[in-house]
Protein backbone atom coordinates (compact mmCIF):
# COMPACT_ATOMS: atom_id res chain seq x y z
CA UNK A 1 0.00 0.00 0.00
CA UNK A 2 1.59 3.39 -0.81
CA UNK A 3 2.49 5.91 1.93
CA UNK A 4 0.51 8.72 2.12
CA UNK A 5 3.18 11.07 3.17
CA UNK A 6 4.60 13.67 0.31
CA UNK A 7 8.11 12.50 -0.53
CA UNK A 8 11.09 14.18 1.38
CA UNK A 9 13.73 16.11 -0.60
CA UNK A 10 16.94 14.81 -1.13
CA UNK A 11 19.34 17.96 0.89
CA UNK A 12 22.31 17.58 2.44
CA UNK A 13 23.69 20.56 4.79
CA UNK A 14 26.06 21.83 1.70
CA UNK A 15 22.29 22.13 -0.07
CA UNK A 16 20.57 24.17 2.40
CA UNK A 17 20.96 27.76 2.65
CA UNK A 18 21.45 30.04 5.29
CA UNK A 19 19.01 32.84 5.01
CA UNK A 20 18.82 34.08 8.27
CA UNK A 21 22.31 36.46 7.34
CA UNK A 22 21.47 39.70 5.23
CA UNK A 23 22.84 39.35 1.54
CA UNK A 24 24.39 42.63 -0.07
CA UNK A 25 21.48 44.03 -1.35
CA UNK A 26 19.83 43.90 1.93
CA UNK A 27 23.02 45.12 4.31
CA UNK A 28 23.25 47.98 2.05
CA UNK A 29 19.45 48.95 2.61
CA UNK A 30 20.45 48.46 6.42
CA UNK A 31 23.30 50.48 6.51
CA UNK A 32 20.76 53.34 5.79
CA UNK A 33 18.89 53.57 9.07
CA UNK A 34 16.08 53.29 6.52
CA UNK A 35 14.96 49.44 6.35
CA UNK A 36 11.99 49.67 8.31
CA UNK A 37 10.77 52.51 5.76
CA UNK A 38 11.92 50.39 2.89
CA UNK A 39 10.47 47.34 3.90
CA UNK A 40 6.81 49.54 4.44
CA UNK A 41 7.23 50.99 0.92
CA UNK A 42 7.90 47.16 -0.48
CA UNK A 43 4.75 45.94 1.54
CA UNK A 44 2.30 48.20 0.04
CA UNK A 45 3.44 48.01 -3.09
CA UNK A 46 3.47 44.10 -3.35
CA UNK A 47 -0.11 44.40 -1.87
CA UNK A 48 -1.43 46.97 -4.26
CA UNK A 49 0.89 46.88 -7.05
CA UNK A 50 0.82 50.59 -8.12
CA UNK A 51 3.07 53.08 -6.73
CA UNK A 52 1.15 56.06 -6.76
CA UNK A 53 -0.95 53.73 -4.01
CA UNK A 54 2.00 53.69 -1.38
CA UNK A 55 2.76 57.62 -1.38
CA UNK A 56 2.60 58.32 2.12
CA UNK A 57 4.86 55.20 2.59
CA UNK A 58 7.27 57.13 -0.15
CA UNK A 59 7.07 60.51 2.09
CA UNK A 60 8.13 58.40 4.60
CA UNK A 61 10.79 56.93 3.21
CA UNK A 62 12.15 59.88 1.42
CA UNK A 63 11.96 61.90 5.05
CA UNK A 64 14.31 59.21 6.64
CA UNK A 65 16.60 58.71 3.80
CA UNK A 66 17.21 63.00 4.08
CA UNK A 67 16.94 62.72 7.58
CA UNK A 68 19.87 60.27 7.98
CA UNK A 69 22.14 62.25 5.04
CA UNK A 70 21.69 59.21 2.52
CA UNK A 71 21.45 62.44 -0.03
CA UNK A 72 25.22 61.94 -0.70
CA UNK A 73 25.11 58.26 -1.56
CA UNK A 74 22.93 58.99 -4.47
CA UNK A 75 24.41 62.28 -6.11
CA UNK A 76 25.82 62.55 -9.33
CA UNK A 77 29.12 63.65 -9.56
CA UNK A 78 30.92 65.76 -12.51
CA UNK A 79 34.38 63.97 -12.84
Keep these: MPSNKP ?9 VQDDD ?3 AW ?19 YFE ?4 RLCKSEMEAFKACWKAKG ?3 RTES ?3
Design 48 to 51: KKDW
Design 7 to 15: PVPDETPAQ
Design 26 to 44: DQRINDTGCSAENARLNDC
Design 70 to 72: NTS
Design 77 to 79: RDK
Design 21 to 23: EPD
